[in-house]
């Protein structure tokens, strides 16, 4: 049985130098970088739309993390990163402000129904057949 | 009104709006449980992700062919990514990626049971990208519809390329399990070994699982263990038996209604695995630990980066 073969992880000589080594952990470096969130356009003339977030010390670290991890399969031809503190949200608590105080069909092409005031204009100016 | 009537209508609230099926955002007020428990299982699936990276990566150097090389060298990056997107979503309800980091290699939190064993040969890789990513996306594609938007968003991605992974298993399986005598063996044998921790994958049975119903009802669960474990069996048995493989439980059958009977796992046994006790537990940890210590200076370097900004205009 081929059982031998895990003896080839290249990462199997160095563990007993893992785990002694673990034995003084060494303390993790400050890397909490800002946010930076993520939007990708899939192609020209298509909106870019919002698909997630990096950590990242510039603007430029961010554009090449998140082509990383936004953009190994699905089509993109410009990524745009926004640091998160900069969007400025309403909170959905008041997404009542959003409701239409009023009928607001007036501002809608469907609001207007113009064909049945035709025809019935049509047929009662048609004159009677003997 | 008094600090307690204020919690129960907002509770009353909130459990309204889960059942009505809307998604919970970051900013939303949601009780300190169901943000805990939600923290505690986004930091253990990240933890998995890029834990689940070391036994595959490992295999990358000695990938029969070049092909199998670069899809298994994209599964792996997959791997890492989606440990990114889950640390992030985990970040929304409150600890930070160092902290979470830190917790992993100390033991504190934990990491799937099925990364705390070796993968002993080149069928390993086939096997658990076949089956250990196949139980994955049941478990994932039930979780994609839970109530926390972050979380639900960054599984509708995970889940479809995990699909890639396991047609990518499955791929190598089929070569083994139609190759040579000595292939099919390899890939018996691995099956033998993964048999057990696979049938563990969904955590222990409906009958000594706690909390269950609370988080079924929050809908940070949509299915209990038994019921996602029984789904993957209905899906897996017959195709592993169409390969003429065996599965190394005496006890398996599958009745008229299709229901699939097994030999109960060890649920003790699954505890002391992942609490640390497992074959690579500590193994695994150590080499986490190092890849970290050894590439803090990549970290470094980042972080003294040269500021520059996109010099076109966008809009």
Same mark, same amino acid.
């Given at each position: 049985?081929?059982?031998?073969?895990?003896?080839?992880?290249?990462?199997?000589?160095?563990?007993? @130098?893992?785990?002694?080594?673990?034995?003084?952990?060494?303390?993790?470096?400050?890397?909490?970088?800002?946010?930076?969130?993520?939007?990708?356009?899939?192609?020209?003339?298509?909106?870019?739309?919002?698909?997630?977030?990096?950590?990242?010390?510039?603007?430029?670290?961010?554009?090449?993390?998140?082509?990383?991890?936004?953009?190994?399969?699905?089509?993109?031809?410009?990524?745009?990163?926004?640091?998160? @503190?900069?969007?400025?949200?309403?909170?959905? @608590?008041?997404?009542?402000?959003?409701?239409?105080?009023?009928?607001?069909?007036?501002?809608?092409?469907?609001?207007?129904?113009?064909?049945?005031?035709?025809?019935?204009?049509?047929?009662?100016? @048609?004159?009677?057949?003997? | 009104?008094?600090?307690?009537?204020?919690?129960?209508?907002?509770?009353?609230?909130?459990?309204?709006?889960?059942?009505?099926?809307?998604?919970?955002?970051?900013?939303?007020?949601?009780?300190?449980?169901?943000?805990?428990?939600?923290?505690?299982?986004?930091?253990?699936?990240?933890?998995?992700?890029?834990?689940?990276?070391?036994?595959?990566?490992?295999?990358?150097?000695?990938?029969?062919?070049?092909?199998?090389?670069?899809?298994? %060298?994209?599964?792996?990056?997959?791997?890492?990514?989606?440990?990114?997107?889950?640390?992030?979503?985990?970040?929304?309800?409150?600890?930070?990626?160092?902290?979470?980091?830190?917790?992993?290699?100390?033991?504190?939190?934990?990491?799937?049971?099925?990364?705390?064993?070796?993968?002993?040969?080149?069928?390993?890789?086939?096997?658990?990208?076949?089956?250990?990513?196949?139980?994955?996306?049941?478990?994932?594609?039930?979780?994609?519809?839970?109530?926390?938007?972050?979380?639900?968003?960054?599984?509708?991605?995970?889940?479809?390329?995990?699909?890639?992974?396991?047609?990518?298993?499955?791929?190598?399986?089929?070569?083994?399990?139609?190759?040579?005598?000595?292939?099919?063996?390899?890939?018996?044998?691995?099956?033998?070994?993964?048999?057990?921790?696979?049938?563990?994958?969904?955590?222990?049975?409906?009958?000594?699982?706690?909390?269950?119903?609370?988080?079924?009802?929050?809908?940070?669960?949509?299915?209990?263990?038994?019921?996602?474990?029984?789904?993957?069996?209905?899906?897996?048995?017959?195709?592993?038996?169409?390969?003429?493989?065996?599965?190394?439980?005496?006890?398996?059958?599958?009745?008229?209604?299709? %229901?699939?009977?097994?030999?109960?796992?060890?649920?003790?046994?699954?505890?002391?695995?992942?609490?640390?006790?497992?074959?690579?537990?500590?193994?695994?940890?150590?080499?986490?630990?190092?890849?970290?210590?050894?590439?803090?200076?990549?970290?470094?370097?980042?972080?003294?980066?040269?500021?520059?900004?996109?010099?076109?205009?966008?809009?």
């Amino acid at each position: 049985m081929a059982r031998a073969g895990w003896k080839f992880n290249p990462y199997h000589h160095r563990i007993p @130098e893992a785990l002694e080594r673990a034995r003084h952990p060494v303390p993790p470096a400050d890397t909490e970088w800002p946010v930076w969130e993520v939007f990708r356009q899939p192609e020209r003339g298509e909106p870019h739309v919002h698909v997630g977030s990096v950590h990242a010390p510039d603007a430029q670290m961010a554009l090449v993390l998140a082509k990383e991890q936004f953009s190994r399969r699905e089509p993109c031809v410009q990524l745009w990163v926004v640091r998160a @503190e900069a969007i400025f949200a309403t909170p959905y @608590e008041d997404a009542d402000i959003f409701e239409p105080a009023l009928d607001r069909t007036y501002r809608l092409a469907a609001g207007y129904k113009v064909r049945p005031r035709i025809n019935q204009a049509a047929s009662s100016s @048609e004159e009677p057949s003997s | 009104m008094t600090q307690a009537q204020l919690e129960a209508r907002r509770l009353e609230r909130f459990e309204a709006r889960v059942a009505r099926g809307e998604k919970v955002e970051p900013g939303d007020w949601m009780p300190e449980e169901y943000r805990f428990e939600l923290a505690r299982l986004i930091h253990n699936h990240a933890n998995s992700e890029i834990m689940g990276a070391l036994p595959e990566g490992s295999w990358i150097p000695y990938a029969p062919t070049l092909k199998r090389k670069m899809a298994l %060298t994209a599964k792996v990056q997959d791997e890492v990514g989606h440990g990114h997107l889950l640390y992030r979503v985990a970040e929304t309800l409150g600890k930070s990626r160092e902290q979470m980091l830190e917790e992993l290699f100390s033991g504190k939190a934990k990491f799937s049971n099925v990364f705390h064993y070796p993968a002993e040969t080149w069928a390993d890789v086939g096997i658990i990208g076949w089956l250990i990513d196949g139980a994955a996306i049941v478990n994932q594609t039930m979780m994609a519809q839970g109530s926390y938007g972050p979380y639900s968003r960054a599984l509708k991605r995970i889940c479809a390329e995990e699909s890639f992974h396991i047609k990518h298993g499955y791929d190598i399986v089929v070569s083994l399990a139609t190759g040579t005598p000595e292939q099919r063996a390899m890939l018996q044998d691995a099956l033998n070994r993964w048999w057990e921790p696979i049938m563990m994958f969904f955590g222990p049975s409906d009958k000594r699982s706690v909390h269950t119903e609370k988080l079924v009802r929050w809908r940070v669960k949509l299915k209990t263990n038994d019921e996602q474990r029984q789904e993957f069996l209905r899906k897996f048995v017959p195709k592993i038996w169409e390969l003429g493989l065996s599965i190394p439980d005496p006890n398996l059958y599958i009745d008229e209604q299709g %229901t699939v009977h097994y030999t109960e796992p060890d649920w003790d046994q699954f505890l002391t695995v992942v609490r640390g006790g497992g074959p690579m537990s500590q193994a695994r940890l150590a080499t986490r630990r190092l890849a970290w210590e050894e590439n803090a200076w990549v970290r470094e370097a980042l972080a003294l980066a040269e500021k520059r900004y996109a010099d076109f205009p966008i809009a």
